[in-house]
């Protein structure tokens, strides 16, 4: 069965501590991990797709790694208005199959 | 560009009564999705469409939820009748075509008495 598990649940981290938010996966042949942003009240934001093993890509302090069975995003030096939602999702076959998210808050 | 555009952002009926969620995919999108997202369940896919067409219905929880979609740039997601257990923020979503990335609107926050 596809799944799609974020860990952690909710982190907290002080301005300018770098972390990395972790996506495990399990789908019958990967044709693409998405992640995406959601601050309260809106909807999801996209933010990056990766495709294959060893792909990276990176938006101001945020970047996205996958490999076979995961995916991470590297949070660097974050602000306070990086506080959000993050949901990572894999394509199955016509559709995206979501994790819970990780809930980032970042204080002053 | 406007993006997706969904309506009403906010929803209170009473139990057993029928809602209507509309949405309005971005010009030139062919393929459209409806979600649930709880807190309990997280983001779920209740259908999606090809070119106005339903592919996958799945995810459906009930036969009183349906969806239709008339026309490239409208469709509706319609639960008759309600039930409390159904209040949800409901989120439509749109992408080019079949497996791209999907651009999602700002939400329906539905409240069932």
């Known amino acids: 069965e596809d799944q799609v598990t974020q860990s952690p649940e909710a982190l907290r981290l002080q301005e300018g501590e770098s972390s990395s938010l972790n996506c495990s996966y399990t789908?019958?042949?990967?044709?693409?991990l998405f992640w995406y942003r959601q601050d309260p009240g809106k909807g999801p934001e996209f933010l990056f797709t990766?495709?294959?093993a060893g792909e990276e890509k990176e938006k101001e302090r945020l970047k996205a790694t996958l490999t076979k069975k995961e995916s991470f995003l590297h949070i660097t030096a974050p602000k306070p208005e990086d506080s959000a939602t993050y949901l990572c999702?894999?394509?199955?076959?016509?559709?995206?199959?979501f994790g819970q998210g990780t809930t980032l808050q970042v204080k002053p | 560009d406007a993006g997706v555009i969904q309506s009403p952002r906010h929803e209170v009926t009473e139990m057993g009564q029928e809602v209507t969620l509309r949405c309005k995919p971005i010009?030139?999108?062919?393929?459209l999705f409806w979600y649930r997202q709880t807190m309990m369940r997280g983001l779920e896919l209740l259908i999606y469409?090809?070119?106005?067409?339903?592919?996958?219905d799945s995810g459906m929880p009930e036969d009183r939820f349906s969806a239709k979609m008339p026309n490239a740039s409208f469709s509706t997601l319609k639960i008759q009748p309600s039930e409390p257990r159904d209040s949800a923020v409901y989120f439509c979503?749109?992408?080019?075509?079949?497996?791209?990335?999907?651009?999602f609107g700002p939400g329906t926050r539905l409240l069932v008495l």
């Open positions: 010009s030139g999108h062919n393929s």
């Open positions: 990766l495709y294959s």
């Open positions: 979503a749109s992408s080019p075509l079949y497996q791209e990335t999907q651009y």
């Open positions: 789908v019958s042949g990967l044709r693409g």
């Open positions: 469409f090809n070119n106005n067409v339903p592919i996958d």
């Open positions: 999702a894999v394509q199955a076959p016509g559709k995206l199959i």
